[in-house]
Nanobody, 114 residues
Framework: QVQLVESGGGLVQAGGSLRLSCAAS????????MGWYRQAPGKQREVVAV???????NYADSVKGRFTISRDNAKNTVYLQMNSLKPEDTAVYYC????????WGQGTQVTVSS
């Protein structure tokens, strides 16, 4: 089993920045994919950014140029640096780790005020 602990959400004004972290622990041996999804009220969960081992990051069009995903393999941690935040970025952000199955974090609220 893999456990995920997210941190870094909060309230920020439009144009501001936040950095999300997601640390994986437990039976870690070969994480294939780490990424971030989000779900706004009344909407479906959508991909924000994903990063496969040895691959290049992929971003949703809505966050390209503003968000950056990175991972620290030594710490089994994935980060999401979010800059130039907009009110439409408001959502619960979920971390995803894929290792012989998909594991989700508990979610962290990001609220961007106008």
């Amino acid at each position: 089993q893999v456990q995920l602990v997210e941190s870094g959400g909060g309230l920020v004004q439009a144009g501001g920045s936040l950095r999300l972290s997601c640390a994986a622990s437990g039976s870690i041996y070969s994480i294939n994919v780490m990424g971030w999804y989000r779900q706004a009220p009344g909407k479906q969960r959508e991909v924000v950014a994903v990063l496969a081992s040895g691959g290049s990051p992929n971003y949703a069009d809505s966050v390209k140029g503003r968000f950056t995903i990175s991972r620290d393999n030594a710490k089994n941690t994935v980060y999401l640096q979010m800059n130039s935040l907009k009110p439409e970025d408001t959502a619960v952000y979920y971390c995803l780790v894929v290792q012989n199955g998909a594991y989700w974090g508990q979610g962290t609220q990001v609220t961007v005020s106008s």
